[in-house]
């Protein structure tokens, strides 16, 4: 059988002004944020002024992870132990996992054909539990209807955090993603848009917000020493008042990541030109329903998800056992059997979720996703998805039996 011989998960080599960056840092010893030499602003401090200025936002802090930044964007919202916090019911589990971190209990909220956040449902939900927080994801780069997903928000004085691990460089009606809640959180893990291998990034124009997170993050007294953050004398009682919750990121990383961010609208051009082959040719495949995406959305296209609708749980099964087959891992997340990263709420049995979510159970059952690393090219595409299609074919056509009992259709 012919096979696909590329990787779905590996991305670019770091560049070499990123890698000369690196070396730079490691010779000089200095690899602490806040280890920095006479007149030295360090390459923490300027990654995050670079990323509020990205987005047009006045403060940035960069941090440990994604997680770690959702984390700390609900503690310095004000989040008290045993707060209620809305989420959507299609996200990744980091995201469940920052609400517990920080002491809440997340209410999940049901999700639309296009996998964006129902906010209709989310009104309901609002309603039932008195929450005051929403951590919206933009779950695999699908931006929802943000006019009514901030109104809902609103209307019931629920603070906005928005999770973009899947959109740095993504906008809606023009306005960068990141900022239409009162926080962003961004995530540079090795299979998001920069790539330091872990890290994190918050950005936020309110400065309250900022002072706790900047002190959160574990500044220490050493705040003076950020450039997109409030002024030092600004923080007199905060100083004093926020817990130091250890999870800098430092120098290293900052420095490969700068070179990244200047280069991100490239990428994203990159990105939009697999996607877009991608996308085209699989209107060709058999069964497949494309997700439609709204014209307001500026969307970075580094995966591609589409559904399979009416289609048994037993053939989709055999069409992703055929595509891994062909070296395609597409991932379905109606498989019985969380593997791999998980993304489906019915995997986090700690968050006792009670609200029914009829179109997150209907939508998952039937929903596939692929990454589209960089270093694969539009012929890659044609390649991909003429091995679907040929799998397709068989799963539909010639019926094997299951080679994995656990994997079918309940
Ligand atoms: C990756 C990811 C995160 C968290 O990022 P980490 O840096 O890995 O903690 C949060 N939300 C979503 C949707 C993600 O994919």
């Not at 696909?4 to 010779?27: H, M, N, P, Y």
């Not at 430092?250 to 877009?276: F, G, H, M, S, T």
């Not at 997340?333 to 019915?346: A, F, H, L, Q, W």
């Not at 009829?358 to 996703?369: E, F, H, I, S």
Request: charged share 25%; hydrophobic share 40%.
């Amino acid at each position: 059988m012919r096979r696909f011989a590329k990787s779905v998960t590996q991305q670019e080599a770091i560049g070499d002004d990123a890698i000369a960056s690196a070396v730079a840092v490691l010779q000089s010893g200095r690899l602490h944020r806040y280890n920095l030499a006479e007149g030295e602003a360090g390459e923490t401090a300027l990654l995050e002024s670079e990323f509020a200025a990205s987005l047009g936002v006045d403060y940035a802090l960069a941090c440990a992870s994604g997680g770690y930044a959702l984390q700390l964007a609900l503690r310095a919202c004000g989040l008290a132990a045993g707060d209620k916090v809305l989420c959507n019911a299609f996200t990744l589990s980091p995201v469940p996992g920052s609400i517990v971190a920080a002491g809440g209990e997340a209410v999940l909220v049901d999700i639309l054909d296009d996998t964006t956040v129902d906010s209709a449902d989310l009104d309901r939900a609002a309603r039932e539990s008195g929450a005051r927080f929403f951590v919206l994801s933009h779950m695999r780069g699908h931006i929802g209807d943000m006019d009514a997903i901030v109104a809902v928000c609103e209307s019931h004085g629920i603070v906005l955090i928005e999770d973009c691990a899947h959109t740095m460089g993504a906008a809606y009606r023009g306005r960068p993603s990141g900022t239409f809640g009162k926080v962003g959180c961004f995530s540079t893990q090795t299979y998001k848009h920069i790539n330091s291998g872990e890290g994190g990034l918050l950005a936020t124009s309110d400065a309250d917000v900022m002072r706790r997170a900047v002190i959160l993050s574990g500044s220490y007294m050493l705040y003076d020493r950020h450039l997109a953050a409030p002024a030092p004398e600004s923080f007199a009682e905060t100083r004093l008042l926020t817990p130091n919750m250890s999870g800098r990121m430092d120098n290293l990383r900052a420095a490969i990541l700068r070179p990244q961010l200047a280069e991100l609208e490239r990428r994203k051009a990159r990105w939009n030109v697999l996607y877009e082959r991608m996308e085209k040719r699989l209107a060709d495949v058999p069964n497949v329903q494309r997700i439609a995406r709204p014209v307001e959305e500026d969307f970075v296209g580094s995966s591609i998800q589409f559904r399979l609708p009416g289609v048994a749980g037993d053939v989709i099964s055999r069409f992703v056992e055929g595509c891994e087959a062909r070296g395609i891992p597409l991932k379905w997340y109606g498989k019985p059997v969380p593997e791999d990263y998980t993304s489906r709420y019915d995997s986090w049995g700690y968050l006792a979720n009670t609200r029914s979510l009829p179109a997150a159970d209907r939508v998952l059952a039937t929903l596939c996703d692929l990454r589209l690393p960089l270093t694969f090219d539009q012929a890659d595409c044609d390649d991909i998805v003429a091995l679907m299609s040929a799998a397709m074919d068989e799963a539909v056509q010639h019926p094997q039996p299951l080679s994995d009992r656990t994997f079918g259709s309940s």
